[in-house]
């Protein structure tokens, strides 16, 4: 599992907002902002590069996962 894209690598979208992987971007699946406020159908509370200063600050959050996520803890992913 430790080579899970997850957990080591972000993508993020033209407008700066951060994804855990390429295929929660692709989704539409953002990182959730911890402030309060937005939406998360359209995204407004998703995490951008303009509020961290540091990777190491996106430890705190949860990774996002669903269904698509067993491709990759199976082995057939981008993983």
Excluded: R
Excluded at 25 to 34: D, K, N, P, R
Excluded at 41 to 67: A, E, P, R
């Amino acid at each position: 599992t430790e080579s899970l894209m997850c957990l080591n690598t972000v993508s993020i979208g033209y407008d700066g907002k951060i994804f855990d992987c390429d295929f929660n971007q692709q989704l539409g699946m953002g990182i959730v902002s911890q402030e309060e406020g937005g939406d998360e159908k359209d995204g407004s509370n998703f995490l951008s590069v303009h509020d961290i200063t540091s990777l190491s600050q996106l430890q705190k959050y949860d990774i996002t996962n669903d269904n698509h996520c067993f491709g990759c803890t199976a082995g057939m992913g981008s993983s």
